[in-house]
């Protein structure tokens, strides 16, 4: 640096002052900076100059704050670095040029041109700013993008990787309340769609892999935030690959369709093929027969306050060839967007539910391939809003998981229609009628907005299922369809009233409106069938896991069961107390004198559990204490006491020990005389009373099974509770639904309502979840 440098001007960026001192004495603050006078100029001296008809052409600019002005020896065809220009380091007074550092050290580093004095800029955070400022808007756009990641949205087997809206949100790395639009693409497997998203929104970054391999690199659904055009981005699975579940995966993108703005469909085959054409229109046709209703649905059930368009979104087809002209070069006259629409006219497909399809194509003579004007096209679709409008990113997510949750489940492979991309079956429920093998027309998971099963044909008779329902034809006459039902008894009539009529004049069709209408016995003989007369029949579909007709109301036989299990449970409870505490005085009266008594034994010795009524209490044959069953399981001979040679019940404890202590008091008492004998006779009488009841038992489980209605379902096949799923065993007692006919515990099923339906016209036993329900019959 020069000596000469003033030192008060070290160490800082003085003020720019004017370096002409033509119109002032030089210390004025500059204003403009002509090029082509390399000097920094105020107010006056910039008009005083450029008067002059030589000058009067000058480029000038005006300064900003913190202005650094360009090397003058830079600028010239004799300097260093033709082209290039540097910002000044210092301007030479004497010379009247800025200098950067290297022009200083080549041209003032020797001679008297080294006691030239100098005025230093410091360009180190002033020349960062002006960099930032004069940064051109591409390059400002490429650093936004530059920490941008996908990441996996939905995966191979349509299942949503977020949890919820916060999480989506989060991994956007946007904005809760930022408005943004969705851009997809689709095309055939290998064909760059990553690749091209990537040179597209990101300028090359790979925020979407890629791979030259050839397994396709992109399984499932991913996303990522494009925080220049405010949208998000979202990257599909390839077609025609070879991939597992492709009928799942196939629906996903029409998903993927339905919540996007903007579709970009990428082929690079060298002319387009009808694949192109039967995708787009399947998909809209699938579009507006299963989405357009389930998007509006969940406007209301999801209260947004920005409408789903039931419009699709816009398509734009990026053509890319190599050695074939653009669609449209061999015909000026045309665009090529009326050509697209004659290839969709000749395939009989009609694309009604896009807003738009646009043709956008590229000839890549060279790679790399040019995306720029596929950019434009986007950002200009993207600007239109009248038809599809930015939303919140909440709003995108709660539309993906409502037609997730809707549209979801596996499909049969003998189902699938594989003449169309996005057959029926790939969006309506896939059961079946057993009788006719008619299709339900409504929607995938249709059943958990509680809409039954419909059909569009009609169903035949099948006597296996027996699916016809009677209505009544007074009631049908008088333009009123009411379903009558064969049951035992009239609603009026009392449970055993009703078994009485029974037995003598058969069943009954009641009518809610018209009463008993008919009587199978009414007469001593010439009854009529009740389809002659007094109902009529309609053939009903009959759905897997459902009973949409009543095959058999003749409850007559569980009537009579349940009324003898009534009374003889009412007997056995009003008789337990005094039976047990008889049974216990009994038992204590034939015991040996070393037992303790029952009425003293409250808990078992060895785990303290408490006794309760119907718990059952042993004494261990050795040492004469109380204990629950599985602290006494086990036997052996108890000698000592008088019990052998045979096994006995005994006490953990004492056949641990295998001795006892006897006591001498009690070993003359516990002989095999006198109440060690009747102990053992009452212990037999006890075990041949028991194999009674248990034979008794055996044929009243045969008579239930005879007597069920025909919608139960047999003993046999209910191994655990419908409800909560407990095992039964013989503690635990099975108990039917009257409505549902499944088999539950008794916490499950202690509720109590009639059951027209079912030909239960009094308060009987049904599970919680028909309890619930306005009518019992399942759906």
Request: glycine share 6%; with cysteine.
């Amino acid at each position: 640096m020069s000596a000469q440098t003033n030192p008060a001007e070290k160490g800082r960026n003085p003020g720019l002052s004017c370096q002409e001192s033509y119109a002032c004495s030089g210390t004025d603050e500059a204003v403009f900076e002509c090029d082509e006078c390399c000097s920094l100029q105020c107010l006056r001296c910039e008009e005083e100059l450029h008067r002059q008809e030589r000058l009067r052409n000058h480029e000038r600019i005006r300064l900003k704050p913190g202005h650094i002005p360009y090397c003058d020896p830079c600028k010239g065809p004799n300097g260093h670095s033709p082209g290039v220009r540097q910002r000044a380091a210092v301007r030479c007074q004497t010379c009247k040029i800025n200098l950067c550092l290297e022009c200083q050290k080549r041209t003032h580093s020797g001679g008297n041109k080294r006691r030239h004095p100098v005025t230093v800029y410091h360009v180190t955070k002033v020349q960062e700013s002006l960099e930032e400022e004069e940064m051109d808007e591409e390059t400002k756009r490429k650093k936004m993008t530059e920490k941008v990641v996908s990441f996996l949205l939905v995966d191979e087997n349509e299942e949503i990787q977020v949890t919820n809206e916060e999480d989506f949100i989060r991994k956007l790395d946007c904005k809760p309340d930022q408005h943004l639009k969705v851009v997809s693409i689709f095309g055939n497997t290998g064909d760059g769609k990553s690749h091209t998203l990537n040179h597209t929104f990101f300028y090359g970054r790979e925020v979407f892999k890629t791979s030259p391999a050839q397994e396709s690199c992109t399984v499932g659904v991913w996303a990522a935030y494009d925080p220049v055009h405010k949208v998000a981005v979202i990257d599909t699975e390839g077609l025609l690959g070879a991939t597992v579940n492709l009928s799942q995966r196939t629906r996903l993108l029409l998903k993927v369709l339905a919540i996007s703005d903007l579709v970009i469909y990428r082929t690079h085959a060298d002319r387009l093929h009808n694949d192109l054409f039967k995708f787009l229109g399947d998909a809209s046709e699938a579009y507006l027969k299963h989405f357009t209703k389930e998007l509006k649905a969940t406007t209301a059930r999801c209260g947004l306050d920005v409408p789903l368009s039931t419009l699709g979104p816009a398509v734009i087809i990026f053509h890319e060839t190599v050695h074939t002209q653009l669609l449209g070069s061999d015909h000026p006259s045309e665009v090529p967007e009326k050509l697209i629409q004659d290839r969709f006219r000749k395939l009989g497909r009609f694309p009604e539910a896009f807003s738009s399809i646009h043709y956008k194509g590229t000839r890549t003579y060279n790679p790399p391939t040019d995306f720029s004007g596929l950019r434009r096209a986007l950002e200009q679709q993207l600007e239109n809003n009248t038809t599809r409008s930015p939303r919140h990113p909440g709003v995108i997510f709660k539309a993906l998981k409502a037609l997730s949750d809707r549209f979801s489940g596996e499909i049969p492979d003998d189902q699938m229609a594989h003449s169309s991309f996005f057959p029926d079956e790939y969006f309506t429920c896939s059961s079946l009628c057993l009788s006719c093998g008619a299709g339900c027309k409504n929607s995938m998971n249709h059943g958990k907005e509680g809409v039954p099963h419909e059909a569009k044909s009609r169903c035949r008779y099948s006597h296996q299922y027996d699916n016809r329902v009677y209505t009544c034809k007074a009631c049908y006459e008088r333009g009123k369809e009411v379903s009558v039902v064969p049951k035992t008894s009239a609603s009026t009539d009392s449970p055993w009233m009703g078994l009485a009529k029974y037995a003598w004049s058969g069943y009954v069709i009641e009518c809610p409106n018209c009463g008993v209408v008919y009587r199978s016995r009414q007469y001593w003989f010439g009854n009529q069938d009740p389809v002659d007369t007094v109902v009529r029949t309609e053939i009903v579909h009959v759905w897997p896991g459902t009973d949409a007709f009543l095959k058999d109301n003749n409850n007559a036989a569980q009537r009579l069961l349940d009324g003898m299990n009534f009374m003889a449970q009412s007997v056995s409870e009003l008789s337990l107390g005094p039976t047990k505490a008889v049974t216990s005085w009994l038992t204590d009266q034939i015991a040996p004198a070393y037992w303790r008594p029952n009425s003293q034994i409250l808990s078992c010795s060895k785990c303290a559990t408490s006794f309760k009524d119907n718990d059952t209490k042993h004494h261990c044959r050795a040492c004469g204490e109380g204990f629950c069953d599985s602290c006494s399981s086990k036997t052996r001979p108890v000698p000592e006491r008088g019990w052998g040679p045979a096994p006995v019940r005994v006490c953990d404890n004492c056949y641990d020990a295998r001795n006892v202590q006897l006591d001498v008091a009690e070993a003359q008492v516990d002989d095999e005389g006198g109440t060690l004998i009747a102990r053992k006779v009452g212990e037999a009488v006890q075990n041949t009373l028991g194999a009674v009841v248990t034979a008794i038992d055996i044929p009243l489980g045969l008579v239930k099974d005879a007597a069920r209605p025909a919608y139960w379902v047999p003993d046999h096949e209910i191994l655990h509770c419908h409800n909560c799923r407990k095992e039964f065993s013989i503690k635990l007692s099975k108990h039917h639904c009257r409505a549902c006919g499944q088999g539950f515990c008794d916490e499950c099923s202690h509720d109590r309502r009639a059951v027209p339906s079912r030909g239960w016209d009094h308060p009987v036993r049904v599970c919680f979840n028909c309890n619930k329900k306005p009518d019992t019959r399942p759906l």
